[in-house]
């Protein structure tokens, strides 16, 4: 089989490059291992980012987000006893939209389907070869177990972070940067309202936790939690306990309203990234380059970035033999990944709980000054609502 793009994994990475590659007349092939259904049905990121939903807007793909989706002004910042908002739209005049990850991957999947983007799922055994070359191949087994080969002049790694593009970099030119946190998310679904009309980020001596949500009647919620979690271990009553405890239950009269919980799991937390994101006719996007602890809701918005900036480069390469862009992909991506990096960092370290009790004190010190000075507040905004695509 023969196609200008191979696109290795069908997360919002590569559906969201095959869509603006074939919107710019470019035809692709998704190779995905996993079903459909199990693509489908992941739950993650929860967040979309003012540029995102720009992005999602220009190619067509809003309207459901703007009809189910809901759209925030900011974020509550908390520690015992105090909560204050943190405004995006008077900071930096950017809201960001609750519109959770596995809404724009089927809205991804069928505007994908309603246009006959060649996919194949469940396969296995994927590999690149000839990378360096003009002529890059990939090869794998499909769900029928026939061995396939997709010959093409690009190959897109998006992946994830456990995918086989990352070490078809060469080692020779491959760096990356890692950091695990002490820490780990465990992140549950539950049939409630959501008992806050804005995400409560709030740091606890018992640990961090945070109140976001997938519509209203669903609440997203995450804790705090040591490596190495057995979520068996926590019921759903010590759940909302530990949650009521550290979002601050019977604060100024708020409360915290309970429900069935549909969805539990633990998520570790860690930095990575892999440079460059392109050598010879690969190019890497998404968390298949780099991965961000989710406090600063990033991942997704990143991946969209990264595709944003990479579908007009391979246009501009495919179609016209132009490499300028193509040559300062990875450069111009890496420029934001490290900010987002760096973002996703200050929030994590700022709001994660330790044993240390003069780290305790910094941590407070700089989220009341976050929360008090518009500078502060300022950075926090402009971060976490405000950069545009081409950052
Ligand atoms: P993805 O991982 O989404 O997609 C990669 C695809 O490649 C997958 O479908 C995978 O099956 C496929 N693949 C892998 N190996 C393959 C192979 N050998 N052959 C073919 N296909 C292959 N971000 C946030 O902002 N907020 C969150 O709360 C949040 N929660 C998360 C929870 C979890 C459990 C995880 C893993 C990530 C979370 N993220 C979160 C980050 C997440 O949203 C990513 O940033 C986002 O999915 C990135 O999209 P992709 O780069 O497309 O990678
Ligand atoms: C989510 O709703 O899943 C979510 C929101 C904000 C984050 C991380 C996760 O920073």
């Known amino acids: 089989m023969r196609t200008e793009v191979a696109i ?7 559906l969201l490059l095959s869509h603006l590659l074939a919107d710019q007349g470019i035809d692709s092939i998704l190779i995905e291992t996993r079903s459909q ?23 067509g793909l809003g309207t459901r987000l703007h009809a189910e989706g809901q759209e925030h002004r900011g974020i509550y910042l908390q520690w015992p006893q105090e909560r204050h908002h943190i405004d995006f739209v008077d900071l930096v005049g950017r809201s960001v939209w609750v519109y959770g990850q596995t809404e724009v991957t089927k809205d991804l999947v069928s505007a994908r389907e309603t246009a006959g983007q060649a996919m194949f799922y469940e396969v296995s055994d994927t590999a690149l070869h000839d990378v360096d070359t003009e002529a890059p191949y990939v090869t794998f087994t499909d769900s029928s177990g026939a061995a396939v080969r997709i010959d093409a002049a690009v190959i897109a790694g998006c992946d994830g972070s456990f995918g086989p593009s990352r070490a078809a970099m060469p080692e020779s030119v491959r760096q990356t940067w890692e950091r ?30 945070m109140h976001s949500m997938r519509s209203p009647k669903v609440s997203r919620l995450y804790l705090q939690v040591p490596n190495g979690t057995d979520v068996g271990t926590w019921s759903d009553d010590r759940i909302w306990d530990a949650l009521a405890e550290r979002l601050g239950h019977g604060q100024d009269g708020w409360s915290l309203e309970r429900g069935p919980i549909t969805d539990k799991s633990v998520l570790p937390m860690r930095s990575y990234v892999q440079t460059p994101m392109r050598h010879g006719r690969l190019f890497l996007a998404g968390d298949a380059a780099h991965i961000v602890p989710p406090t600063g809701a990033k991942g997704l ?21 132009e490499e300028r862009l193509a040559d300062s992909y990875s450069e111009d991506a890496l420029r934001r990944v490290w900010r987002c990096t760096h973002f996703s960092w200050w929030m994590t370290t700022m709001l994660h709980t330790s044993a240390d009790p003069f780290g305790a004190q910094l941590q407070l010190s700089q989220l009341r000054w976050v929360a008090s000075s518009e500078a502060g507040a300022m950075g926090l905004a402009e971060n976490y609502a405000g950069l545009p695509i081409g950052f």
């Open 8 to 14: 290795i994994g069908a997360g919002p990475a590569g």
């Open 37 to 59: 259904q199990y693509v489908l049905s992941r739950i993650r990121a929860g967040i979309l980012a003012h540029s995102t939903v720009e992005l999602l807007d220009a190619i």
């Open 180 to 209: 695990t946190y002490p820490y780990s998310w465990l992140g549950v679904l539950a049939d409630v309202a959501p008992s806050t009309d804005e995400l409560i980020y709030a740091w606890h001596p018992d640990g961090f936790a």
């Open 301 to 321: 918005n990143l991946a969209v970035a990264d595709v944003a900036l990479l579908a007009p480069a391979l246009a501009a390469l495919l179609r016209k033999g």
